[in-house]
């Protein structure tokens, strides 16, 4: 199957952005409630690659191990969400949102506990928006954390090991008073853009009006 | 002179959705729209605006910084902001330019508010 077959068209992929952009918008509001500093994020990009082209646009970024939370969502249409950190700044994300009077061993044992449920806040409120966007429902997987580079996070469990193409939505974001910074990604194999083509029709059909839609 | 409003949004698809809701609002109104901000200022440097609307998340220049100069610029222009990202900072920004916020996705009931304050503003300085 080829990534021609199920090309995204200027307004589909314009309207999946926006979609994108306001679900991360609302998760960095989120995130921000537990940090207590602006997230600053970026604008977000759409790509259809392989998943080993979507690892090396992370490593080209960044040479430190990666820690990531990640939830499977399934419905209409389904992939995997990861809220991504170098393993650096996963710690000083820990310390800012548990308080920095903690010692050492105290942040070890408690950052895995606390990196999920980061993750989790981050990704349901991202996730939750843009299906509710799309008015169709889709459930979540519990969060789970997982060490090591690119390959590792988006070949891992739960996803088709092929070498087919993906969609690979990421935006990055940091928190510039704690050293923090990291990437909220979503990967989508091609049946499920399919599927999610469709909603997004539908999503412009009822923002813009049917009767334009076909105009633009 | 009638009124002329800019819209500024790096999606087409939001710029749709804007300014149908302002067609519904504000038939009257004159829309003209833009990319970015680069483009915005341009369109400004070329003709009289009277109302903007500027999308806070953008490539180059975002929204807040695009309203703090139309602001310096134009100390009476209505400004909206319209995100989805409603963190204190960029509510205290927005503040600070004194513009409106509008939340994402742009729904006709959320720029009614805006739309007609801004209408009445124009109207008492005799526009």
């Given at each position: 199957m080829t990534a021609g077959t199920i090309a995204l068209d200027g307004l589909e992929r314009d309207a999946l952005t926006e979609l994108v952009n306001i679900g991360v918008s609302r998760a960095a509001v989120s995130l921000r409630k537990l940090v207590g500093e602006q997230v600053v994020l970026s604008v977000p990009s759409l790509e259809l690659i392989t998943r080993t082209a979507a690892a090396q646009l992370i490593r080209e970024r960044e040479n430190?191990?990666?820690?990531?939370?990640?939830?499977?969502?399934?419905?209409?249409?389904?992939?995997?969400?990861?809220?991504?950190?170098?393993?650096?700044?996963?710690?000083s994300l820990v310390k800012a949102i548990a308080g920095s009077e903690?010692?050492?061993?105290?942040?070890?044992?408690?950052?895995d506990e606390a990196l999920a449920e980061t993750g989790n806040v981050v990704l349901n409120g991202c996730l939750a928006s843009i299906a509710?966007?799309?008015?169709?429902?889709?459930?979540?997987?519990?969060?789970?954390?997982?060490?090591?580079?690119?390959?590792?996070?988006?070949?891992?469990?739960?996803?088709?090991?092929?070498?087919?193409?993906?969609?690979?939505?990421?935006?990055?974001?940091?928190?510039?008073d704690r050293d923090v910074r990291g990437y909220i990604a979503m990967l989508m194999d091609l049946p499920s853009l399919a599927a999610l083509k469709i909603l997004v029709n539908d999503f412009i059909a009822r923002v813009v009006g049917s009767d334009e839609a076909g105009l633009v | 002179?009638?009124?002329?409003?800019?819209?500024?949004?790096?999606?087409?698809?939001?710029?749709?959705?804007?300014?149908?809701?302002?067609?519904?609002?504000?038939?009257?109104?004159?829309r003209v729209e833009a990319g970015n901000a680069d483009e915005a200022l341009a369109v400004i440097d070329r003709q009289q605006i009277d109302v903007a609307v500027l999308d806070y998340n953008m490539p180059g220049r975002d929204g807040l910084d695009l309203a703090a100069e139309l602001r310096s610029r134009f100390p009476s222009m209505s400004i909206a902001v319209a995100t989805a990202n409603v963190q204190d900072e960029v509510i205290?920004?927005?503040?600070?330019?004194?513009?409106?916020?509008?939340?994402?996705?742009?729904?006709?009931?959320g720029m009614r508010g805006f739309l007609s304050g801004a209408a009445l503003r124009l109207r008492s300085a005799g526009k």
């Open positions: 430190e191990r990666l820690v990531a939370i990640c939830q499977d969502f399934a419905g209409a249409f389904s992939g995997r969400a990861l809220l991504i950190f170098p393993e650096g700044s996963s710690t903690l010692v050492d061993e105290e942040l070890t044992s408690m950052e509710n966007m799309l008015q169709h429902r889709l459930t979540l997987s519990l969060p789970q954390l997982i060490r090591g580079d690119g390959q590792t996070l988006f070949t891992d469990v739960g996803c088709s090991p092929d070498e087919g193409v993906v969609l690979f939505l990421y935006i990055n974001f940091a928190i510039n | 002179m009638g009124i002329t409003i800019l819209i500024v949004d790096d999606s087409k698809l939001a710029r749709i959705v804007l300014s149908k809701a302002i067609a519904a609002l504000q038939p009257d109104w004159t205290a920004a927005a503040k600070a330019a004194n513009a409106t916020f509008i939340s994402k996705p742009v729904t006709e009931d």
